[in-house]
């Protein structure tokens, strides 16, 4: 229980200013420590300040020992109508000569053998199988009957076998699935002695996978497969007329009707189905109750309009639970490329329309581009890639398999007409040599081929140089951003210290303004890190670093100091060593040996002599920061990791032990005073009983 204290009651005395005042004078030590505390903290703060501008510095460095800060090319062709070409910073300083293109490089193409339709009103957004009489379908029909499911897994720890865990599986279907891993289609092998290849992938009677090639960690596998039939709920609506399955084109079928109310399901109910020609089948339950109709063609379910129905917002649900199967067809393609061999199988719906087949084709990694013709109704397959992949003019980059390709779709290989794909074929400095591309690189010169010309013409001259002005301003930027840092740097240890104004005690703000409390803390902030030794040793160290002279086989004597090359230190010594250049002579020497200027800065060695400027730099700002980190830490570090750190902690520890003692010595004022209150009011009692008494007589 807290002491209670008396205030004055008995002796008339303002305890708690007496007590107040007698505390200000034993809490001066405590607002030192509360000062130095503060002092410590901004000390830290500017420390982390410094080394944030230092690891900017040090991300410039880091751009400036890359060749790309030095090897900035530009090129330039004698006619960029027929030949033009980019470099990288890779491409030497050279000359191409292009004197002649006698073949650019073309994309094969196939057309197919005629229309695809005999009635131009055929839609290619809509059901292939709704359009059958449309179609020109000599040599296929939808025979095959299943489901084509689909199902992705992904590879949690590589390896070569996958588990699908597949059910339901069509039995010896095995061999028209379609198997993408990360969207690349590999081959299905069913033979289980054969020896896989890298593309090639086991299928086993359970639907388990086997890759000829181990599969990286978190691989996603997708499998298109068949099974003997799929399962479709459809909700029936409160309103509305019509419900469609997931797949038209249905050969067998099931339906049951479900009815759930308050979360209770009722006994399935076995409905029926009445043919009733073309296509349409009533669904009936066994007391000849009408609940619609079902279109096999389009998997379109119309509700009979006495149809029972949920009501609006009611816990009573019904739904149709129908498992059928539905006709399918599968094709495949097969490319050469410039990775590799690429296959794909293609699982097509019977309800599917063109187009969706067109664009499982061209999405896939087979690289071609499938195009249909409305007009004509004809149909064109054409490589994403030019150029000729495997060098026989008798044998197509792109080949087929399957009915609906060949005969449905006319990509019959006897009778469709093949534009080759082509090679460009140039001259470049007296070589004739070929590319699969129009666009290619030498020697980090990218160039591009316009148009073909002849060896009589006058031959195209590319030349590569150096972008002296990109390189200028490059080093220029540098040294701006060096002059920055130094002069932030040079300011911080110059500042002047204000001993005489200490951080402000609360006491002490309550009597000033906004405005004086701010000028007041800019003074005490001021001058924390005052010829600070290690900001000093980095300003003396990236001097040296920056006079010394270079010493490597790659760079000439001319060309081995800073000064060799227009860089100088300035004549105002205050100014702490900040640099000024010479522009033309920079230029100058940039224009004259770029190899030397890149390597003053970025060469490499085993002495410091050897290693170029911002090799150096970069390692003796790295030191400095790892100097201010062990003082200072970072945003993220504890206190026990940095010297600042345990030397606040160790404060903080002080400054929690003297609060303590200034809690029981108030306690003890107020108990001192708090006895003379009683002392003074017993006084009080005993005086008033003897005047009454005296009084009495």
């Known amino acids: 229980m807290a002491n209670l204290r008396i205030s004055g009651l008995a002796s008339g005395m303002d305890i708690d200013s007496i007590v107040s005042d007698m505390m200000k004078i034993k809490r001066m030590p405590l607002d030192k420590l509360k000062q130095e505390k503060q002092v410590m903290e901004w000390q830290r703060d500017d420390y982390r300040e410094m080394n944030t501008l230092l690891l900017d510095f040090r991300s410039e460095l880091t751009q400036m020992k890359l060749t790309t800060r030095y090897r900035t090319r530009t090129t330039t062709t004698t006619d960029d109508s027929r030949v033009t070409a980019t470099a990288s910073s890779a491409a030497a300083l050279s000359s191409f000569s292009i004197s002649s293109v006698t073949q650019l490089a073309s994309a094969e193409t196939l057309v197919n053998s005629g229309s695809i339709y005999n009635d131009s009103s055929f839609d290619p957004n809509k059901s292939m199988f709704d359009q059958q009489a449309k179609l020109d379908s000599t040599g296929f029909a939808w025979q095959t009957t299943g489901a084509v499911m689909s199902k992705s897994i992904s590879v949690k720890n590589g390896g070569n076998t996958v588990e699908t865990e597949l059910s339901n599986i069509k039995a010896n279907t095995q061999g028209t699935w379609s198997v993408k891993v990360n969207g690349v289609g590999y081959k299905?092998?069913?033979?289980?002695?054969?020896?896989?290849?890298?593309?090639?992938?086991?299928?086993?009677?359970?639907?388990?996978?086997?890759?000829?090639?181990?599969?990286?960690?978190?691989?996603?596998?997708?499998?298109?497969?068949?099974?003997?039939?799929?399962?479709?709920?459809?909700?029936?609506?409160?309103?509305?007329?019509?419900?469609?399955?997931?797949?038209?084109?249905?050969?067998?079928?099931?339906?049951?009707?479900?009815?759930?109310?308050?979360?209770v399901k009722e006994e399935?109910?076995?409905?029926?189905?009445?043919?009733?020609?073309?296509?349409?089948?009533?669904?009936?339950?066994?007391?000849?109750?009408?609940?619609?109709?079902l279109n096999k063609a389009t998997g379109e379910i119309s509700l009979d309009e006495n149809l029972e129905r949920p009501e609006k917002d009611s816990k009573t649900t019904m739904s149709f639970e129908v498992t059928y199967d539905h006709k399918y067809t599968t094709f495949s393609i097969d490319t050469d490329t410039s990775k590799g061999d690429r296959h794909d199988t293609f699982l097509v719906s019977a309800s599917d329309s063109l187009n969706s087949v067109i664009n499982q084709v061209n999405s896939s990694s087979v690289g071609v581009n499938m195009f249909y013709d409305s007009v004509t109704g004809q149909m064109t397959m054409t490589r994403n890639e030019t150029g000729d992949f495997n060098n026989d003019p008798n044998k197509t980059d792109t080949t087929f398999s399957g009915l609906f390709i060949t005969s449905m779709l006319k990509f019959d290989p006897n009778a469709a007409a093949k534009v080759q794909g082509l090679n460009a074929i140039f001259t470049v400095n007296g070589l004739e040599t070929n590319r699969t591309s129009n666009t290619f690189d030498i020697n980090g010169v990218s160039f591009t081929l316009n148009k073909t010309f002849e060896a009589t013409e006058p031959p195209v001259t590319i030349a590569i140089n150096n972008d002296s002005n990109a390189v200028f301003e490059n080093i220029k930027g540098f040294i701006e951003k060096y002059n920055e840092l130094i002069g932030k740097i040079q300011k911080k240890i110059q500042e002047e210290r204000f001993r005489d104004y200490a951080p402000l005690t609360d006491e002490q703000r309550e009597s000033l303004s906004d405005k004086q409390q701010e000028q007041w803390e800019e003074k005490a902030k001021s001058g924390l890190l005052r010829r600070d030794s290690a900001l000093s040793s980095l300003l003396s160290s990236m001097r040296t670093d920056f006079y010394g002279s270079v010493e490597s086989e790659d760079i000439s004597p001319l060309f081995n100091q800073l000064a060799k090359i227009g860089i100088k230190t300035t004549a105002n010594y205050l100014e702490g060593g900040k640099l000024e250049i010479n522009e033309a002579q920079l230029k100058k020497a940039i224009e004259e040996d770029p190899l030397s200027v890149e390597k003053l800065f970025n060469a490499t060695g085993t002495t410091n002599g050897q290693r170029g400027i911002a090799?150096?730099?970069?390692?003796?700002?790295?030191?400095?920061?790892?100097?201010?980190?062990?003082?200072?830490?970072?945003s993220f570090s504890t206190s026990a990791q940095f010297t600042i750190g345990r030397q606040l902690k160790n404060l903080e520890n002080q400054i929690d032990r003297f609060e303590d003692r200034m809690i029981q010595l108030e306690d003890r004022y107020y108990r001192q005073f708090t006895a003379m209150e009683k002392a003074i009011q017993q006084a009080n009692q005993q005086s008033a009983y003897i005047m009454n008494n005296m009084f009495n007589f």
Not at 220 to 226: G, N, T
Not at 270 to 292: A, H, V
Not at 615 to 634: F, H, P, S
Request: proline share 2%; net charge neutral.
């Open 188 to 263: 299905v092998v069913t033979d289980a002695t054969k020896t896989l290849g890298e593309k090639e992938v086991l299928i086993d009677q359970s639907g388990n996978l086997t890759f000829g090639k181990t599969l990286n960690k978190d691989s996603v596998v997708k499998v298109d497969y068949i099974a003997n039939e799929r399962t479709d709920t459809l909700n029936i609506p409160t309103t509305g007329d019509t419900l469609k399955l997931n797949k038209g084109a249905i050969d067998s079928v099931g339906i049951k009707f479900i009815k759930t109310i308050d979360g």
């Open 268 to 293: 399935p109910i076995n409905l029926n189905l009445n043919d009733l020609g073309n296509n349409l089948f009533l669904i009936t339950d066994g007391s000849g109750k009408s609940y619609g109709t």
């Open 615 to 634: 090799q150096r730099l970069y390692d003796t700002v790295g030191r400095t920061m790892d100097i201010i980190t062990e003082k200072a830490g970072k």
